[in-house]
């Protein structure tokens, strides 16, 4: 068998893209809400829908900044594709994985524009879990690429200006 039809091991971060689907299932359709949580205060309705708006359009030019700016470098798994290169320049240039941040802007845009705690909740979710499969991404990019540890160390990580 080749390395590519044992997906399953997870050698190259499969099971990484399988988490991160089902966190965003999550994200967009799980439930809103349960028994004995409280009500979004009204109070917060319209600036949560004008934040949320703000979140959702600044993940997606993120996100896709970050997938254009990669080119054919891109791809779903967290391992670098072979024959890739060291992309710091468009969307790297502001953070190391903006497809991730991207991701984490819009999760937490819905969570706002839906009004609910629940999903609040799960942009959390999925904002750890990035951060930690950016965390073994990054143990890959620095054996691959010798260059990588001085752009780790100028560069902002998942957030622009943040973090």
Known sequence: MTERSRWWQGRRGEWYVVIQAALLALV???PRT????PAWPSALRLPALLTGGVGL???ALLAGAGTLSLGRNLTPLPHPKEGARLVE???YRLVRHPIYGGI??????????ARSWLPLGYATLVFIFLDLKSRREER???EKYSGYAGYRKRTRKLIPFIY
């Open 28 to 30: 967009l359709f799980g």
């Open 34 to 37: 349960f028994p004995g949580l």
């Open 57 to 59: 359009l600044a993940g």
């Open 89 to 91: 320049t468009g969307a």
């Open 104 to 113: 984490v802007l819009l999760a937490y845009g819905w969570g706002l524009c």
């Open 140 to 142: 890959w990019l620095i």
